[in-house]
């Protein structure tokens, strides 16, 4: 499997604790070692895992060794990249993105959960106290 600084590998048998069990939403790549888009992905996926480690956590799955994981989520082609929050899947992308265009992608699920504000920070949830 292709690795890549600050992505966590999943199996079968850790899935559940790492990616459906986990505090923050979880990116999965459903990845391969023979794709190419996969490993032109993976340095994107790394930089985004470094620089959002407070609102996403990013792991790769590997297709061909972890099949009943892949069919449990109809993935069909590599990469396939599915957002998991609160244990359920919520987002779908299939393919290789720029950086920009995958945060783009991301935005609504990296906002925290019931922000409907993109301006939001999450200062905004404390009301103002004066003294």
Known sequence: MIRTEGVTDVTEETFAAEVLESALPVLVQFTA???G????LA???GEIAREEADRIR??????????AVS?????LATPTLMVFRAGEPVRS???ARPKR???QELEDVLA?????????TDLDAFPEVRI
């Not at 888009?37 to 032109?40: H, T």
């Not at 990013?58 to 972890?66: C, S």
């Not at 069919?71 to 993935?75: A, D, I, S």
């Open 33 to 35: 070692d023979w794709c």
């Open 37 to 40: 888009p996969c490993r032109q």
């Open 43 to 45: 340095p994107v996926l």
């Open 58 to 67: 990013i792991v790769q799955l590997d297709v061909d060794r972890e099949t």
């Open 71 to 75: 069919v449990r989520y109809g993935v």
């Open 93 to 95: 992308i299939v393919g």
């Open 101 to 103: 265009r995958l945060l």
């Open 112 to 120: 925290p959960v019931g922000s409907t504000d993109p301006d939001r």
